[in-house]
């Protein structure tokens, strides 16, 4: 079996066509620009590599309801050539394959259950902290969606006494995304993030706020392992920061063998970045 997989971003479309095993045999990746642009570019590459099934992990919000009359569309993404765009029929009417059809973040815990740190656990949530926060959660084994799909990102949280900042997301400002994700601290401090690598203040109050996402999460969803991704994630000093934060603020309340082995339970992604394509692979298969 040869599965196609695609990461629909909203700077970059990544292309792989992925073995059973999960070993990625190829791997493209191009820029979005409009559908019409970036669409045929990306149907082409398919075509050539004749995957028996497509998985696609896309960015959002997208209709995941398959009984809807608007299933498999981009629906309202501030990315406005893409607002009500029906990427999957696209695919569908292109390449006449079975396929896949989830969130980027539900793609990237899939690809952790399926392959990575998350192997054998029924529930456990992936979250990326990158261009925007992002939250894919598995529960009894399935990638939940509910009414649309979790949206987790946009939890609103208290603001640190000290954080004069006044959030970055247009449609809540200091939601855990207008807080914490790599644009606001870059607007919050004037640099880019990676390069505040050496000031110890800007990852304390990140991890703060990333701690009490966390420990909302742990109330509401009770996942038994939290990973956690994207390209803030790469200052690997966040982790013993979230951790330490994590259980203080949960103040011996949850008494849980995770709590207590807390290295094993919030943990970096383990897939070096490719959690997401691995996923859109699951993806495709699950849809045969
Ligand atoms: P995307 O979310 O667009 O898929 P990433 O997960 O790479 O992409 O996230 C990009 C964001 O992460 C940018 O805001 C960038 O500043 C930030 N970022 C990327 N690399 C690092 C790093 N090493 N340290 C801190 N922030 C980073
Ligand atoms: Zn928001």
Redesign the pocket.
């Known amino acids: 079996m040869l599965y196609g997989a695609l990461e629909a ?4 479309m990544v292309v792989a066509v992925i073995n059973e095993k999960g070993e990625v045999l190829e791997r493209a990746s191009f820029p979005t620009e409009e559908p019409e642009k970036t669409m045929p570019v990306l149907i082409d590459w398919f075509k050539e590599r004749k995957p028996d099934a497509l998985g696609i992990g896309t960015f959002g919000p997208a209709d995941l309801d398959e009984t809807s009359p608007t299933y498999g569309y981009i629906t309202s993404t501030p990315k406005l050539a893409w607002r009500n765009y029906n990427i999957l029929g696209a695919f569908k009417e292109a390449l006449n394959v079975p396929i896949g059809f989830d969130t ?1 973040v539900n793609a990237a815990a899939l690809g952790e259950a399926s392959f990575g740190c998350m192997r054998g656990i029924s529930d456990g949530i992936y979250i ?5 926060v992002g939250v894919g959660v598995l529960t009894n084994g399935k990638l939940l969606h509910g009414m649309l799909h979790p949206e987790a990102g946009h939890i609103l949280l208290s603001l640190d006494p000290k954080d004069r900042f006044e959030g970055n997301c247009p449609y809540h400002k200091t939601c855990f995304e207008g807080l914490a ?3 606001a ?2 607007k919050r401090y004037g640099k ?3 390069e ?2 050496d000031l110890p203040q800007v990852w304390e109050l990140e991890a703060g706020y990333i701690a009490k996402a966390l420990v909302n999460y742990i109330m509401i969803l009770s996942p038994k392992k939290i990973v956690l ?7 690997e000093q966040l982790f013993p920061l979230i951790r330490e934060k994590t259980v203080s603020l949960l103040n011996g309340y949850i008494n849980t063998k995770e709590i207590k082995n807390i290295e094993d339970y919030i943990v970096p992604a383990s897939l070096n ?1 490719d959690q997401g394509i691995l996923g859109c692979a699951k993806l495709a298969e699950l849809a045969m």
């Open positions: 971003g909203g700077t970059k980027d990326t902290i990158g261009t925007g994700a790599g644009p601290i870059e880019k993030a990676a505040l690598k991704g994207g390209g803030v994630m790469h200052q970045d």
